[in-house]
Nanobody, 121 residues
């Protein structure tokens, strides 16, 4: 069974940093794009950052220059380094994998359960 498990969320003061980690498991052969999305209370889920298999990143304008996405293909893991955090970054952060191939099935779109990030003094 394919799973994406996020970790690293928590409470941080404005200006602080957090590092989110998402590990994919389940007899994985390959994963195309991986990324992070977030959903704040009362708002729709939005893209934060994505990264291709080759390592090309894409960021939402709101996080450019503050967040850095990276991945380790050998570990099927994606990371999100978040610096200079603001209260408006408060949200549940979800990991996503596109076109995930296992030994028995191809999954076009896989989501983790999310990890809460709260930025507050």
């Amino acid at each position: 069974q394919v799973q994406l498990v996020e970790s690293g969320g928590g409470l941080v003061q404005p200006g602080g940093s957090l590092r989110l980690v998402c590990a994919a498991s389940g007899s994985i052969v390959s994963i195309n794009a991986m990324g992070w999305y977030r959903q704040a209370p009362g708002r729709e889920r939005e893209l934060v950052a994505t990264i291709s298999t080759g390592g090309s990143p894409n960021y939402a304008d709101s996080v450019k220059g503050r967040f850095t996405i990276s991945r380790d293909n050998a570990k099927n893991t994606v990371y999100l380094q978040m610096n200079s955090l603001k209260p408006e970054d408060t949200a549940v952060y979800y990991c996503n994998a596109k076109d995930l191939l296992t030994t028995i099935h191809r999954h076009l779109d896989v989501w983790g359960r999310g990890t809460l990030v709260t930025v507050s003094s």
